[in-house]
């Protein structure tokens, strides 16, 4: 049972334009939800976050957007550049001391990854 | 410069034998997490760790064991219960408060021989 999910395995932009990548997730409970970028044989880096009190975040090129009827979320990277090449996850987790008596604060959930490819 | 340091970068298992994987963090965080990521797949959640002396099973804690005596350390171990170990093992801390990311390391592959 998949509750993050990142539909598109790979996504093809080029230089200058929008990169647009989506997640949807399907467990009510999830309130926080974050984008990490990731290079090869390197950890992932946190990228930008939005709480479900809001529907916007931005931060320099990067935007998350939260549909929370929808249940989705996406990042719009504007403009693309080449070094933004790498596997962008998202993740998803509850805010709180969530529904198991707290010990499912600070879980995450991980979508499984688009790779993003910026051609110059 | 604070962060998160995972050794060894890359590690050789044999067949039967048990290896823990280091994770050490100077941020001053509560919270420690161990992921497991397979090609193609997103990471996966082994075992995660609240506050010292503590910690929970995550989604595939089955052929794994971690301990948390100090605050600034996590280490995994990887039993020889565990059936398919050959994946790339990261861990993250955060500080366990509302609404706080968390930060990796840049990961340990564990391959068989």
């Known amino acids: 049972d998949q509750q993050v999910k990142q539909n598109s395995p790979s996504l093809s932009v080029q230089e200058g334009r929008i990169s647009i990548l989506n997640c949807d997730y399907t467990n009510s409970m999830f309130d926080y939800f974050l984008w990490y970028k990731k290079y090869p044989a390197e950890g992932p880096t946190f990228l930008i976050s939005i709480s479900s009190i809001k529907d916007k975040n931005e931060d320099g090129r990067f935007t998350v957007f939260l549909n929370k009827s929808a249940k989705h979320l996406s990042l719009h990277i504007v403009p693309s550049q080449p070094g933004d090449s790498a596997v962008y996850f998202c993740a998803a987790g509850p805010s709180g001391p969530g529904n198991a008596g707290g010990t499912s604060y600070g879980k995450l959930t991980f979508g499984q990854g688009t790779i993003l490819t910026v051609h110059p | 410069d604070g962060g998160i340091t995972q050794s060894p970068k890359y590690l050789f298992r044999k067949e039967g034998q048990n290896v823990t994987l280091s994770c050490e963090q100077n941020?001053?965080?509560?919270?420690m997490y161990w992921y497991r990521q397979d090609p193609g797949q997103g990471l996966r959640l082994i075992y995660y760790?609240?506050?010292?002396?503590?910690?929970q099973k995550g989604d595939i804690a089955e052929g794994y064991s971690v301990s948390r005596e100090k605050k600034e350390s996590f280490p995994l171990t990887v039993t020889s219960a565990q059936k398919n170990p050959t994946a790339f093992y990261l861990c993250?801390?955060?500080?366990?408060?509302?609404?706080?990311?968390?930060?990796f390391g840049d990961g340990t592959r564990l391959s068989i021989l």
């Open positions: 993250a801390s955060s500080a366990g408060r509302i609404n706080q990311p968390q930060h």
């Open positions: 760790s609240q506050i010292v002396n503590d910690f």
């Open positions: 941020l001053n965080h509560d919270a």
